[in-house]
């Protein structure tokens, strides 16, 4: 089982509102990512965990927090966004040291 | 740091035509090297992976790809294109941070299949 499941596929916020993106994957995956991706546009990185400790944060905006509970779980707790930040978001995990990612269907946000 | 660039954006081909989706990288060091496959409003597949060992690599839905050093290439074929391999490819490099990976991705290529 390869499966990494988000929630929710779809979110419409206002500027001012506060939500959360979840992740979740039970493949005993130590390393798990997030990436932004915009319209036609590759998915760039944004955070690493590792062993529930944030490893990698490619200089993403403090509007946006990870969060990283437990092994199986990866949070994304936005707030204060900007329409510029609607996108699709995709979480990712692999094994720890290894370089082969899985994916998450991802949730398409979008900020009015 | 690494980088691949994919040579054309949108690729056409009929039904039953042979898919070739291109893909150059830039590396100091042996590169890992992957093809992922983005369904409409879906995230990524794994289609297949280079790391080390045969150059000629199989993956998924009978697509196979490449590894030419000399070149620093790592196209991506098909023989037979199906309807069904309407999608956007990306070609993605790993670079090692760390104790993990960060994988940077091509710029994908639109493949559409005509009837």
């Known amino acids: 089982d390869t499966e990494v499941t988000q929630t929710p596929k779809h979110l419409v916020m206002g500027m001012t509102n506060k939500k959360s993106l979840k992740c979740e994957q039970h493949m005993g995956h130590r390393a798990m990512y997030w990436y932004k991706q915009k319209a036609k546009k590759p998915p760039e990185l944004m955070f690493v965990?590792?062993?529930?400790?944030?490893?990698i944060n490619e200089s993403v905006p403090s509007r946006f927090s990870p969060e990283c509970p437990n092994s199986s779980l990866l949070n994304l707790h936005l707030h204060a966004l900007q329409p510029e930040d609607s996108a699709l978001y995709l979480c990712?995990?692999?094994?720890?040291?290894?370089?082969?990612?899985?994916f998450g269907a991802g949730t398409r946000l979008s900020v009015l | 740091a690494q980088s691949v660039t994919q040579l054309g954006s949108h690729v056409s081909v009929s039904e039953g035509a042979l898919v070739l989706l291109r893909c150059n990288y830039s590396s100091s060091v042996p590169p890992y090297l992957f093809w992922y496959v983005q369904y409409p409003n879906q995230g990524l597949q794994l289609l297949l992976k280079?790391?080390?060992?045969?150059?000629l690599v199989k993956g998924i839905n009978g697509f196979e790809a490449e590894f030419k050093k000399s070149e620093t290439s790592f196209h991506l074929t098909k023989p037979s294109a199906h309807m069904s391999d309407a999608a956007e490819y990306f070609c993605a490099v790993s670079d090692r941070r760390g104790s993990n990976y960060k994988l940077t991705f091509g710029k994908g290529t639109l493949l559409t299949v005509n009837p």
């Open positions: 990712a995990s692999s094994q720890e040291g290894r370089n082969i990612q899985y």
């Open positions: 965990y590792s062993y529930e400790k944030l490893s």
């Open positions: 280079y790391t080390t060992g045969a150059t």
